[in-house]
Structure formats: structure tokens, C-alpha cells
């Protein structure tokens, strides 16, 4: 495997990235993929391919599998403070190599060096939270109602867990579930998005290093994903499947799961309404819609993805926000003065293309942007469109991108029925200076993630997750993200 940019051959010492051309992370070691195919990565900022790693087969996944299965008990076993300790030299390393980690995560994922920056000090935090957490697992004592017996809960770690994350957030998504699940006494297998899977090699490098034991953490890359996925699932050892995706395919991998009766977590799709009342501080709203628009360049499930502006202010906030949109700065993420990087891949950009034309020829009016680029690199210009009807695809279809799509309302029934009108429910937003109203609205909306006046809600210690069909359980908070990866076990006592 090959990195040209040289500020990974200078670094590659302290971050593990020499490591990667080892292949696959099991064990403790490293492998090539049974069958030595590999996986090309792509920088979709020059379409050039910057690396290759092993393509797992199902062989592979059953050698992961047998890997956590050896490490399980000695892990379940290991003294909480003990677990605790090695997840806080987790935290402690990532710190410390977080500019060289957000520079890999730039390069592969193609997202401007200041939101990798933030993903890694958001993706560190998760190890320092559930460092704290692990020491604070209890149980319950109590009496039946009867008198005859005392009831005593213990919870104990659900075993293997299969982790499966997606590209936007190559280190946040696999450590808000790789931390709860050490911390719980669980062993981990992490399949990435073969789209980023340097990141998590390169955390794989770095958790051998701060001590957690071989076979704790196994990581494999596929082109396959389906049959290896469903190969470990259906190994009886497995007990916990916790999938970050579309829902499409989270449907699929929960009809998988079910043939194995398989614990499942799922944090799945958004459409996240953005709410500005005409009471709203204009100002704060403007910048808390960029926020909640641009982070990642849009790529993002908590990305707000309709923009209702009451009839008062909406004038003012459209031109307002077209200004900023259109000021950003797009450019190679690597690039420390980039604003906003390039998208995923060419799919992507066509893919916000058909969005933004189907709105246009429904009646919206484009701002700022609008049309893809045409030379290197997969960039779509960031974009304000207004007065887009409800019937717009992308009222109801994630936009995943730069575009900021925004419609006009005029009373509080109507924007609570018109936010509510969708079968996701992740993330909204409520912009007013009335809390009354804040709250009131904040209750009938249907989400499982509501910032009122903020423009992010993303914290290790709140617990993370959506209703509807945004998903199933949650991530994160002070026990939700633990419990996710523990049973309880109740215990009859005779008094």
C-alpha cells in the first residue's frame, strides 16, 4: 500500500500508519484477506487513489469472530478500573496525535481540516466518557412484593458485537460504539466504510498501543459487505449488532439480525426540520443554520435538511444566509483554508444534482449555487435555494450535501405538522426567544434529538439516537450508550 502525501510519510511513526500495509487487524495482528484482493481509497479531492487495503472475505469474518470469542472472557474478566485505564491511554493518545488523525481523516473522507478537527477531539471524548463510566456500572437490590425473596439485578457485558459505521465520521462513529462496549466488558468486531477505512486502521495502531488486549478490537474492511455481515451474525457467539447507515440498508441488516435473534442498534437516516420563528434572533439563527447545514459539508444524518423561516423574518434570513453560504471557501480538505470539501464520491454530487433540479423545477428559486463543477474532484458549490414546495423531493429524501433547502410558514400548528410530516425522526431544530414556545414545540415534535437555539446537539454525555425510522436504541449519555451493550441478569433470592 502506497500514501503519497508526505505529511503521513513524515508522521506515519507516531500514528501507526506504517502498520497499514500489515492488512486486516485481527487477533492483534495483522493480516492480508485470505484471498489477497484489496480495496482501493480514493481522495475525492483529486479522484486519485491514495491507498489500498485488504478485501475481507468470509473467511476473514469468521477469523474475527474466533479472535473476539478467544478475548472475551479475559476482557469480561479485566477489573473495571483496569478497563478504564486503558480507554482513558485511548483518549490520551488520540489528543495527542489529533492533528496528524484529522489529517488522514481530510484526505480520505475529503471534509475540511477544521470539522476533522472537531470529529477527533468529538471522537476522543467518547474514550475520556466512557473511561469515566466503566468504574460506575451497578446493579439493583430490592425485596418482592411478597416478602419471600430479595431480587438482585447484575448486568453483565452481551458479548461479541459487530460494529458496522458508515464514511461521514470515520473515527466518531466507530468510537461513540467501540468505548461503551469496552467499557461494558464486551469484545468488538468493526467493519468501516470501505470509502474511509484508514482512520480506523490507524485507531486500530493506536488502541494496540494504549493496551487494549489482542482480539479485544478486530477491524476488517469488505467490498462485500452483505454475506460478511450476515456470515457474522450468524455465528451464535455473536450477541450485538450496532449499525450507523441508511435505513434502507438498516432494515436489512435488522431482518438479518432477527433469523439469529441478535441484539440490534440502530442509528439510521434524518430529515431534520430547522425551525425560525419571527421572534427569533436573527443573527444567532443565521449562524446556527450554518452550523447545522455545513458541518461536514452537509454529510451529515443531524443535517438540518428543511428550512422552515416564519413569514415575518424569512425574507431577512434568505438573503442573510445566501450571503454566508455563498462566501465559503471550497477546496481540497487538506487544505487549511477550505470551508467546504468535496463530497464522498461522483454518486453523491449527482445525486444532490437531481435533488436540487427536481426543487428548481417545482417552483424554487436558487440564491447561491446550484450547479455541480465539472473539473477534478467531487465538489457541489454550496447552495441556498428558497420558496421550495413541499412536494420537492428533497422535503422527504436526504440531501446529504451543501444545500440548504428553505420554505416559508406561518403559524406554530402548521410548522409542527409540517416537521412532523416525514417517517424520520433523528434531529430538529427550534430557533425563538420565547422558552415557552421553545418547549411547547420541542414536545410535539416528533424526534429524538431537539436543540433549541444551538445549531449542534452531539454530546458523549447525552444520549444519541432518533425515533421513527431514524432508528433503535441510543448512543452515548450517562448509562443509555453502556446499556446498549449489557443484559441484565436477575437473581432470586430466598429470604
Known amino acids: 500500500m502506497n500514501i503519497s502525501h508526505q505529511v503521513l510519510e513524515d508522521e506515519q511513526d507516531t500514528a501507526g500508519f506504517h502498520r497499514f500495509s500489515h492488512g486486516l487487524y ?14 482501493q481509497v480514493v481522495d475525492p479531492s483529486t479522484e486519485a487513489v491514495i491507498a489500498a487495503v485488504p478485501d475481507a472475505t468470509i473467511e476473514d469474518a469468521a477469523a474475527a469472530v474466533e479472535a473476539a470469542a478467544r478475548a472475551a472472557d479475559g476482557w469480561r474478566t479485566t477489573a473495571p478500573r483496569k478497563r478504564s485505564e486503558i480507554l482513558r491511554n485511548c483518549f490520551e493518545l488520540m489528543t495527542q496525535r489529533s492533528e496528524t488523525l484529522a489529517t488522514l481523516i481530510s484526505l480520505e473522507n475529503g471534509k475540511a481540516l477544521r470539522d476533522a478537527r472537531g470529529e477527533i477531539a468529538y471522537a476522543a471524548e467518547f474514550f475520556r466518557w466512557n473511561a469515566e463510566e466503566a468504574v460506575r456500572i451497578t446493579g439493583e437490590f430490592g425485596v418482592a412484593p411478597s416478602g419471600t425473596n430479595r431480587i438482585v439485578v447484575d448486568y453483565e457485558p452481551i458479548g461479541i458485537c459487530v460494529l458496522v459505521t458508515p464514511w461521514n465520521f470515520p473515527a466518531a462513529m466507530a468510537t461513540r460504539k467501540i468505548a461503551p462496549a469496552l467499557a461494558a466488558g464486551c469484545t468488538v468486531i468493526l467493519k468501516p466504510a470501505s470509502e474511509t477505512p484508514l482512520t480506523a486502521y490507524a485507531l486500530a495502531a493506536l488502541y494496540q498501543e494504549a493496551g487494549v488486549p489482542p482480539g479485544v478490537v478486530n477491524v476488517l474492511t469488505t467490498s462485500n459487505p452483505g454475506p460478511v455481515t450476515a456470515a457474522m451474525l450468524a455465528d451464535p457467539r455473536v450477541r450485538k449488532l450496532s449499525f450507523t447507515g441508511s435505513t434502507c440498508v438498516g ?3 435488522l431482518a438479518e439480525a432477527a433469523k439469529h435473534v ?11 426540520p430547522f425551525l425560525v420563528f419571527d421572534d427569533a434572533d436573527l443573527d444567532a439563527a443565521v449562524d446556527g443554520a450554518m452550523v447545522a447545514k455545513m458541518r461536514n459539508a452537509g454529510e451529515a444524518c443531524t443535517a438540518a435538511n428543511r428550512i422552515y423561516v416564519q413569514s415575518g423574518v424569512y425574507d431577512a434570513f434568505c438573503e442573510s444566509l445566501a450571503r454566508r453560504m455563498s462566501a465559503l471557501k471550497i477546496g481540497a480538505g487538506t487544505d487549511a483554508a477550505t470551508e467546504c470539501g468535496p463530497m464522498i464520491t461522483r454518486k453523491a454530487v449527482d445525486k444532490i444534482d437531481r435533488l436540487v433540479n427536481d426543487a428548481v423545477v417545482r417552483g424554487a428559486r436558487v440564491l447561491c449555487g446550484g450547479k455541480a463543477g465539472s473539473g477534478t474532484g467531487y465538489y457541489y458549490p454550496p447552495t441556498v435555494l428558497c420558496d421550495v414546495p413541499a412536494e420537492a423531493e428533497m422535503a422527504h429524501e436526504e440531501i446529504f450535501g451543501p444545500v440548504a433547502p428553505i420554505s416559508r410558514f406561518e403559524t406554530e400548528a402548521e410548522i409542527i405538522a409540517r416537521a412532523n410530516d416525514t417517517e424520520y425522526g433523528l434531529a430538529a431544530y427550534i430557533y425563538t426567544r420565547d422558552l415557552a414556545r421553545g418547549m411547547r414545540v420541542a414536545s410535539r415534535i416528533e424526534a429524538g434529538m431537539i436543540a433549541l437555539n444551538r445549531g449542534l446537539m452531539s454530546d458523549p454525555a447525552a444520549p444519541f439516537g432518533g425515533v421513527k425510522q431514524s432508528g433503535l436504541g441510543r448512543e452515548g449519555g450517562q448509562h ?11 437473581l432470586a433470592i430466598s429470604i
Do not use: P, T
Not at 485481527?26 to 480495496?39: C, F, V
Open 251 to 253: 432494515r436489512v441488516l
Open 26 to 39: 485481527i487477533g492483534g495482528q495483522w493480516r492480508q484477506s485470505a484471498d489477497g484482493r484489496e480495496i
Open 480 to 490: 443509555h450508550g453502556i446499556a446498549e451493550f449489557m443484559e441484565a441478569k436477575y
Open 262 to 272: 441478535v441484539s440490534c442498534s440502530m442509528e439510521l437516516g434524518g430529515n431534520a
